[in-house]
């Protein structure tokens, strides 16, 4: 257990729908980060949060859209997904600050988008 | 651009050491990351090494970073089954973003 939760652990979608990923830390941490993993492909950043700001946006086309409520709650909406978008996305915290360095990771959502 | 490389597969019998190698490019890099994942499970900190040291050491783990050469390691003294996992080498940059590599599939022998 590594006090950073991710619901579902699994999900199966239309390129039509409409989903939300969610993430949670019980950590105390001040920054959460998105990450997506797909076959053959090294662990992409996707969006960043510090203090619940925005501060990274890696090119990330905007089907998926991350909402950071507070600390220690993370959302990844998903809409008009592809089939290249199905992978596992990992969810991950850190202290924020000068802890950045140790990110905190869970268990991921794998998506499958039909 | 960043860049971390490392092999895809290792196979090692069982009770033996495991060595995993990775190499980065990013010269600027200021921690260096190996994390472990399982089957259906994230990915999980191992270990980390600061880049003004050259080996940390942890119960059966040893990381050592060759930083002339850009070059990292990942020692598991006498390997266990429960080792069996996908290693992720990983550095981050002056800009506080984490490079991940593809990850070496570590397969143990019996």
């Known amino acids: 257990e590594t006090g950073v939760t991710q619901t579902p652990r699994h999900l199966v979608m239309g390129m039509t729908n409409k989903k939300s990923l969610k993430c949670e830390q019980h950590?105390?941490?001040?920054?959460m980060y998105w990450y997506k993993q797909s076959a053959k492909k090294p662990l992409e950043l996707m969006f960043v949060y510090n203090f619940k700001e925005q501060t990274e946006n890696n090119s990330v086309p905007s089907r998926f859209s991350p909402e950071c409520p507070n600390s220690s709650h993370l959302f990844l909406h998903l809409h008009t997904l592809q089939p290249e978008d199905s992978a596992l996305y990992l969810c991950?915290?850190?202290?924020?600050?000068?802890?950045?360095?140790?990110?905190?990771f869970g268990p991921g959502t794998r998506l499958t988008v039909t | 651009g960043e860049d971390v490389e490392q092999s895809l597969f290792l196979s090692v019998r069982e009770g033996d050491s495991s060595v995993i190698n990775c190499t980065y490019t990013d010269s600027s890099s200021t921690y260096l990351y190996w994390y472990k994942q399982e089957p259906g499970a994230g990915l999980q900190l191992l270990t980390y090494?600061?880049?003004?040291?050259d080996m940390k050491q942890d119960q059966r783990l040893t990381v050592l970073l060759n930083k002339k050469d850009k070059h990292l390691s990942l020692r598991i003294a006498d390997t266990q089954t429960g080792d069996s996992a996908i290693y992720f080498c990983a550095e981050m940059g002056a800009d506080d973003k984490i490079i991940f590599g593809k990850g070496t599939r570590l397969h143990i022998l019996p």
């Open positions: 991950a915290s850190s202290p924020g600050g000068e802890g950045t360095y140790e990110q905190y």
């Open positions: 090494i600061f880049s003004n040291m």
């Open positions: 950590l105390g941490h001040n920054a």
